[in-house]
């Protein structure tokens, strides 16, 4: 092999090895910008789902307080131990002081 032929066999591996690199770079940031968004929306709905799973279940093992409701028009639910509480948004429980809970509006 001469030294021209090998000069040119470096420099189009160079070339190439350069903008394989520079091409997932490229990729990587758009994927990461992807995974955001839908990072983002999947947390909103496994916030929903969470939500709705807790309601259900709180509706089976637990009674619902009749004629009252939470501080935003909640549900309010009370446990075995005669706490009450309601579900926010992420499906967490939320106990109520006696001076949160309120009775419910007629509509």
Do not use: C, W
């Not at 001469?2 to 000069?7: F, R």
């Not at 090895?17 to 520079?22: E, G, P, R, T, V």
């Amino acid at each position: 092999m001469n030294s021209k032929t090998l000069h040119r066999g470096l420099l189009a591996a160079t070339i190439t090895a350069s903008a394989l690199f520079f091409g997932q770079q490229t990729m990587a940031q758009g994927i990461d910008s992807t995974v955001k968004k839908i990072g983002k929306k999947g947390e909103q709905v496994g916030n929903k789902t969470a939500s709705v799973a807790v309601k259900g279940a709180m509706k089976v093992t637990d009674k619902t307080y009749k004629g009252k409701e939470g501080p935003d028009g909640q549900t309010v639910y009370i446990d075995r131990k005669d706490r009450k509480y309601y579900v926010d948004g992420k499906g967490k429980k939320v106990y109520l002081k006696p001076s949160q809970i309120r009775d419910k509006e007629e509509q």
